[in-house]
């Protein structure tokens, strides 16, 4: 009889934890997500030149993938092969990242993994989505490495139709900046719009299982994701009709984390679609300082 007890109990256990982790879902409405200091829209006297169009790359990698090193290298190499025209993040969601106990940052982050929820599944890594976007013939936005040349071509072809500028005031004394983000649309849109703000750091020295299936201790990591300061899901642009000359701005005095270098961090930011398709249409990435 006891034995009966104890496998209900166990069984029972079971049963709430399988329950509990099934139902676990990330918020894409963050309570932290800043408030805007200044938010406010007019049409521009004059209609910019449209700038080119700049491609966002969210690499969902981890310290503890055996194939995640190669993946840096080649989001770099596309980088490199298209100054100012590629943006980089390095999305430390929870598969496969858990730290080791001699690294010397943590890298994993909430919105990393929510971002990861967001437009996946993401079930391997490394992988990327390329401007959030489900390219024709594809059954999912998550791509395998050996694709993201060739899609991160196809949207380098494009012309955006709006141009992003970014500023960033860093002020020492207690470690906040302030970030202006302005969007100016050269062409007329219809459909809602969101954007996104993060922030990126780089050269963070920590573990890195490789290749060999050795770790190196003082692997250098670039472009980590640290946080979304907007809603996960972006945040509205505005209701106000988009015409040629419809200008956006955004105003945000954002707190640097003490365990952050601002020397060597980038302020991102971009505007997506809304709805079923979550296509980022511009971007743009500034130094912190």
Same mark, same amino acid.
């Given at each position: 009889m006891k034995t009966k007890i104890f496998s209900l109990?166990?069984?029972? $256990?079971?049963?709430?934890?399988? @329950?509990?982790?099934?139902?676990? =879902?990330?918020?894409?409405?963050k309570?932290?997500?800043e408030v805007a200091l200044l938010d406010t829209t007019y049409i521009a006297s004059s209609i910019e030149a449209t700038t080119p169009k700049v491609v966002v790359i969210e690499e969902f990698t981890g310290v503890r993938c055996i194939n995640c090193a190669p993946g840096h290298v080649e989001a770099k190499t596309i980088k490199n092969a298209n100054p100012g025209r590629v943006v980089t993040l390095a999305m430390h969601s929870r598969f496969l990242d858990e730290p080791y106990p001699f690294s010397f940052h943590e890298l994993t982050s909430d919105d990393a993994q929510a971002i990861s929820n967001f437009i996946g599944?993401?079930?391997?890594?490394?992988?990327?989505?390329?401007?959030?976007?489900?390219?024709?013939?594809?059954? $999912?936005?998550?791509?395998?490495? @050996?694709?993201w040349t060739t899609k =991160?071509?196809?949207q380098l072809a494009l012309t955006s139709p709006v141009n992003i500028n970014l500023?960033?005031?860093?002020?020492?004394s207690d470690t906040t900046t302030l970030v202006t983000f302005t969007a100016h649309f050269t062409q007329a849109f219809s459909d809602p719009l969101k954007f996104t703000i993060m922030l990126v750091?780089?050269?963070?020295?920590?573990?890195?299982?490789?290749?060999?299936?050795?770790?190196?201790?003082?692997?250098?990591?670039?472009?980590?994701?640290r946080d979304i300061t907007t809603d996960i899901e972006g945040t509205s642009l505005g209701t106000a009709s988009i015409t040629p000359?419809?200008?956006?701005?955004?105003?945000?005095?954002?707190?640097?984390?003490?365990?952050?270098?601002?020397?060597?961090?980038?302020v991102v930011a971009f505007i997506h679609?809304?709805?079923?398709?979550?296509?980022?249409?511009?971007?743009?990435?500034?130094?912190?300082?």
């Open positions: 109990i166990a069984l029972s $256990s079971l049963v709430i934890f399988i @329950t509990n982790s099934c139902c676990e =879902v990330d918020v894409l409405t309570s932290t997500a599944p993401v079930g391997s890594k490394p992988t990327a989505s390329i401007d959030r976007k489900l390219f024709s013939g594809e059954a $999912s936005k998550i791509l395998d490495k @050996t694709k =991160v071509n196809e500023t960033s005031d860093f002020r020492a750091e780089n050269d963070l020295v920590t573990a890195q299982l490789l290749p060999t299936n050795s770790v190196d201790t003082n692997y250098v990591h670039e472009d980590v994701m000359g419809r200008v956006f701005i955004k105003q945000y005095r954002l707190k640097i984390d003490h365990e952050w270098h601002a020397d060597d961090m980038h679609r809304t709805g079923t398709s979550y296509e980022i249409l511009q971007a743009s990435e500034i130094s912190l300082k």
